[in-house]
C-alpha cells in the first residue's frame, strides 16, 4: 500500500523522521542545506495550496509526460531520483523562503503539513504531475517529505 498523508498513522510517522533533523544534519546528495530543506517543503506545501503566490512561471510540461512521470512517482515502489530541478519559488537557492529560527520553522513546516493533510481544497496543478486527486496528493505529500528526509538521513 502506498504512503499517504492523509494517513494519520503515515503522517505521525514521517513527522517524527522530521524532528530528528537538526540545523547542522549533514545531506546526502544535492546543495540545500537542512534548514533549506525545511523552509523547501513548507514552501512546497504553501505554494500547492495558494497560500504562496508563483513568482516564475512553471515550465510545459506534455500531458502523456506528466500522466508517465505522475504514474512512476506516485505508485513506484522505487525512490524518487537525486537532482530533478524544483521551480524557482520552492529552490531555497533562486526564491524560496530563507530559514530563521530552526525550531520555529520546523514548527511552521507541521502545521502546514497538518493543514496539507487534512484540508480538503482544490490546489494548484503539480508542476510535473498536473492535476491530482485528494488521494494523490496525500501520496505526494509523503513521497515529497520522504525524499528529503532521506536526503538528510531520517
Not at 494523490?136 to 525524499?147: A, T
Request: proline fraction near 10%.
Amino acid at each position: 500500500m502506498t504512503k499517504s498523508l492523509t494517513n494519520p498513522a503515515d503522517r505521525a510517522a514521517v513527522l517524527q523522521r522530521l524532528a530528528k533533523v537538526q540545523p547542522n544534519t549533514p545531506r546526502r546528495w544535492g546543495r540545500m542545506t537542512a534548514p533549506q530543506m525545511i523552509c523547501h517543503l513548507t514552501d512546497a506545501f504553501r505554494g500547492l495550496m495558494g497560500e504562496r503566490l508563483p513568482t516564475s512561471p512553471l515550465p510545459v510540461v506534455p500531458r502523456w509526460r506528466q500522466r508517465l512521470i505522475k504514474l512512476i512517482a506516485l505508485k513506484s515502489p522505487l525512490p524518487w531520483p537525486h537532482g530533478v530541478r524544483t521551480p524557482r519559488d520552492a529552490d531555497q537557492e533562486r526564491g524560496g523562503t530563507p530559514p530563521g529560527d530552526f525550531a520555529m520553522d520546523v514548527a511552521e513546516l507541521v502545521r502546514v503539513c497538518e493543514r496539507f493533510s487534512t484540508t480538503k481544497a482544490v490546489r494548484a496543478p503539480h508542476f510535473l504531475f498536473g492535476p491530482l486527486t485528494e488521494l494523490e496528493w496525500g501520496h505526494w505529500g509523503y513521497r515529497h517529505m520522504d525524499h528529503h528526509l532521506r536526503q538528510f538521513g531520517v
